[in-house]
């Protein structure tokens, strides 16, 4: 039965369009994904992803359920930078990091442009992305650590804009944006 699975994802790994690194369908590290012209799309969303991510952010319905599915994404792809760094993969670990910290502005972005109407809708949103980047600071934070300093300092930029995300989430929550003053750039 392991034989049958190894063999499996070596076939998975070899074929055209899946990742040989981490083996997940539709990303390939050298090339940015296919997507079909006529599929609607989020301009805002990294055209790093896949066209079956994309899809599962933008069928989301209501903004809570969008924001924690790009936020799921975004969680897999730090684990996964995490494991590519461990593995001495330091670009693709990187570029994992990247897409990470996109998926977390487009989760912040999406969730500012909510109408004021929607107030209920935008601190559900903003509770959500508080909590995942709470959530992934050790990690993050090991793979600053570990990375090489030629690598180190692009995903050091990201990783503060992430912070400055959460720091902003919570002075919305908190205070309606008023509550810590800091520049909301």
Do not use: H
């Amino acid at each position: 039965m392991i034989v049958l699975i190894k063999t499996c994802i070596l076939i998975l790994c070899m074929t055209p369009g899946y990742s040989t690194a981490a083996g997940l369908p539709g990303y390939n590290f050298d090339q940015v994904p296919d997507r079909s012209p006529d599929q609607a799309t989020d301009p805002l969303l990294p055209d790093e992803l896949s066209e079956t991510e994309a899809q599962s952010i933008t069928s989301q319905g209501n903004p809570k359920s969008r924001v924690s599915a790009a936020l799921k994404i975004s969680d897999n792809r730090i684990n996964l930078a995490y494991r590519l760094l461990s593995e001495s993969q330091y670009k693709s670990a990187a570029q994992e990091v990247d897409v990470f910290s996109a998926l977390v502005r487009y989760a912040d972005n999406y969730t500012r442009k909510l109408p004021g109407s929607k107030q209920k809708d935008r601190n559900n949103c903003f509770k959500v992305i508080e909590q995942s980047i709470f959530k992934n600071t050790r990690t993050f934070e090991a793979i600053l650590r570990d990375l090489p300093l030629n690598y180190r300092e692009p995903a050091e930029r990201s990783i503060e804009e992430i912070r400055n995300i959460r720091l902003r989430a919570i002075n919305d929550l908190l205070g309606g944006g008023k509550f810590i003053n800091s520049s909301n750039d």
